[in-house]
């Protein structure tokens, strides 16, 4: 599987301010992303065809094994993580 656009949650605007690091926070208080990926973002924050990193697990499990990038200032960070989380849990994962 091949994913371009690692937005696949929201779990950076999940994550309580205190928690995020400092570049973070700067580039979660300049914009809400999630409003330009989705219309409509409160309705929609648990859609899996907006954000498919917040399938159930047994949905992870249906899919070919992935390999996941990220770097440390990526700002889909958490994204990777949580999704290379996801992608362990259902055996999918080929490389982190």
Do not use: H, Q
Request: hydrophobic share 40%; proline share 5%; aromatic share 12%.
């Amino acid at each position: 599987m091949f994913l371009i656009g690692a937005i696949t949650s929201d779990i950076l605007l999940d994550t309580p301010l205190e928690d995020l690091k400092d570049w973070e926070k700067k580039f979660v208080t300049f914009i809400n992303i999630n409003d330009l990926l989705v219309d409509d973002y409160k309705n929609k924050k648990d859609d899996i065809n907006a954000f498919p990193g917040r399938m159930p697990v047994s949905e992870f499990k249906k899919l070919p094994p992935a390999i996941v990038c990220t770097s440390e200032f990526d700002t889909c960070n958490r994204d990777c993580f949580y999704l290379k989380s996801k992608l362990e849990e259902a055996g999918k994962l080929l490389d982190f």
